[in-house]
């Protein structure tokens, strides 16, 4: 999920309870919370360092007791005030735990198992970014800011008896809890929706229903066939209707492909992409030169790509020059 929901789930974390088990404990809530992140560090040496080390060790459940003792140093450093070590390590571990939660639920995936399997692990019920989420936690972040206003003019400022957020906090967290189980079997029916049909005469041999940011009954639709990727809308409000889909023909095999591979640069992105597509461009620079390109398919497609790796190759398919961009990113 996207740094201002992590930092909200920590803040609430804080008020429905957890404040309780240490001093200092918001501070190093909101930390934990966005702790597995620090791996955002690896994107100083380049886009590829960054695909490749994003949502790696630091993203795992081996290390994710490390991740919280971390917030509970730098608070304890930064303050020198007393903490309870026990009830401050559990804490951030629970914010740490809920960090890997929310980012199991994107398109985009974690590999929580790290470092016995690097397989990405993803759920695919919610977006990057939601707009629901948001909104809601919006509201219960405001709330007791107005509602403290509002007592205060009640009162004149008499300041006792004042909300501290805690009803809201555990709102926001049980809203997040239903969303969550719900957008679960939004997704259910839609990956359901999409198996049942079949594209060109084929039956899908797998498929993919990817979150929508705002609309929870919209679904974007991937089905790999033998031969081809089918891209399609779902709108869970109405019947699914596959016969407006787009379909982009997966090339034959050839041997750029193969030497492509052979690449760093491709090699780690394949590990990464979940649908790889395809597609080798004749060109003259290098003469009797070839380019290939891969681009993962949960987040763009070939007229307009996101992830996306690229090798420059010449007449005797020698890798002269390959790059990784993320492009145009439809986040998830």
């Known amino acids: 999920m996207d740094p201002l929901t992590h930092t909200a789930t920590g803040l609430f974390l804080s008020r429905a309870g957890l404040q309780r088990w240490t001093p200092q404990a918001t501070p190093i809530l909101l930390l934990a919370a966005n702790a597995p992140d ?56 629970i914010a740490v ?96 929706d999409l198996e049942s049909r079949v594209y060109h005469g084929e039956a899908p041999l797998r498929v993919a229903a990817l979150p929508d940011a705002a609309n929870p ?41 193969d030497a492509a591979r052979r690449t760093r640069t491709f090699q780690l992105f394949l590990t990464f992409a979940q649908f790889p597509y395809w597609k080798v461009t004749p060109i003259s620079n290098p003469q009797n030169g070839r380019q290939v390109e891969v681009l993962d398919m949960r987040f763009g497609s070939p007229p307009a790509p996101g992830f996306m790796a690229t090798a420059t190759l010449d007449d005797r398919l020698r890798a002269v020059e390959t790059s990784f961009t993320f492009g145009t990113l439809r986040p998830r």
């Not at 909104?135 to 800011?145: C, D, K, Q, T």
């Not at 639709?221 to 016969?243: K, M, Q």
């Open 38 to 93: 620090i791996d955002i560090v690896t994107s100083f040496g380049g886009s590829l360092n960054y695909l490749h080390y994003h949502r790696h060790l630091t993203h795992s459940l081996v290390a994710s007791p490390f991740m919280a003792i971390l917030p509970v140093l730098l608070v304890k450093a930064a303050g020198r005030k007393r903490v309870s070590w026990r009830g401050a390590f559990l804490a951030a571990w």
């Open 97 to 192: 735990l809920l960090h890997l939660l929310l980012d199991l639920t994107n398109s985009y995936g974690i590999r929580l198992l790290l470092p016995f399997s690097g397989e990405w692990l993803r759920l695919d019920t919610t977006n990057v970014i939601d707009l629901w989420i948001w909104a809601v936690f919006l509201f219960s972040i405001a709330s007791p800011f107005l509602a403290r206003l509002v007592t205060s003019e009640i009162t004149s400022g008499a300041g006792r008896g004042h909300p501290q957020g805690r009803g809201f906090a555990i709102f926001a967290l049980a809203f997040l809890l239903l969303y969550e189980c719900g957008r679960g079997a939004l997704h259910a029916r839609a990956a359901a």
């Open 217 to 257: 009954l919209r679904w974007r639709g991937l089905a790999e066939t033998r031969d081809a990727y089918a891209v399609t809308e779902i709108n869970l409000a109405r019947d699914f209707d596959p016969s407006g889909a787009l379909f982009f023909h997966k090339p034959a095999s050839d041997r750029a492909m």
